[in-house]
């Protein structure tokens, strides 16, 4: 059973940085495709950013130049840099993982508000 371990969410003003961490419990963590989703109160859930093994990135137009994804297959950790913070960017972020199955973690809250 994969598991989870997301941190680094919380309350940031707008023009902050954050960075979220997820740390899987996967035995071939650098097989799988990591990606970070979030969803807002009354939207559907969203790709923000994925990394696959061969390290392609791939960005949500609304975080491109903004948010940068990343990976350490040795501590099999993926992460999340979010600067330039919006309001808009407010949401619950989910880690995943994707091979032959998709696995997501349970959820991060950010909320960029002043």
């Known amino acids: 059973q994969v598991q989870f371990v997301e941190s680094g969410g919380g309350l940031v003003q707008p023009g902050g940085s954050l960075r979220l961490s997820c740390e899987a419990s996967i035995s071939i963590f650098s097989a799988y495709t990591m990606g970070w989703s979030r969803q807002a109160v009354g939207k559907q859930r969203e790709l923000v950013a994925r990394?696959?093994?061969?390290?392609?990135?791939t960005y949500a137009d609304s975080v491109k130049g903004r948010f940068t994804i990343s990976r350490d297959n040795a501590k099999k950790m993926v992460y999340l840099q979010m600067n330039s913070l919006k309001p808009d960017d407010t949401a619950v972020y989910y880690c995943?993982?994707?091979?032959?199955?998709?696995?997501w973690g349970q959820g991060t809250q950010v909320t960029v508000s002043s």
């Open positions: 990394i696959t093994s061969g390290g392609t990135l």
């Open positions: 995943y993982a994707r091979r032959l199955s998709e696995y």
